[in-house]
Nanobody
Framework: QVQLVESGGGLVQAGGSLRLSCAAS????????MNWFRQAPGKQRELVAG???????AYSDSVKGRFTISGDNANGLAYLQMTDLRPEDTAVYYC????????????????WGQGTQVTVSS
């Protein structure tokens, strides 16, 4: 079972920047989408940014213009560059891949990382 491992979280002052990374522990047959979600205390998990296999990206309104998602499908890597961070960005950030694990299984499955904490102080 391939696992996703996030890194790059930490404590930063408002206005600062962080770069999150997500790496797959093994290989997939095909990664169709790479996403970053976040969950703040007492709130539901929300989609922050996503990138499709064809390179198209999408962002939540709350991070548009401040966050940039990128990915390396061939090597199972995803990144989230976060700038102009705000206290309301404080959350646990999760990496998510929608992927086919093998060529003989046409189903796509969701894979999740364990999360990395991002804390933005005012």
């Amino acid at each position: 079972q391939v696992q996703l491992v996030e890194s790059g979280g930490g404590l930063v002052q408002a206005g600062g920047s962080l770069r999150l990374s997500c790496a797959a522990s093994g290989s997939f047959f095909r990664i169709n989408a790479m996403n970053w979600f976040r969950q703040a205390p007492g709130k539901q998990r929300e989609l922050v940014a996503g990138i499709l296999r064809n390179g198209r990206t999408a962002y939540s309104d709350s991070v548009k213009g401040r966050f940039t998602i990128s990915g390396d499908n061939a090597n199972g890597l995803a990144y989230l560059q976060m700038t102009d961070l705000r206290p309301e960005d404080t959350a646990v950030y999760y990496c998510n891949f929608g992927a086919r694990p093998t060529g003989w299984d046409n189903n796509e499955y969701d894979y999740w990382g364990q999360g990395t904490q991002v804390t933005v102080s005012s």
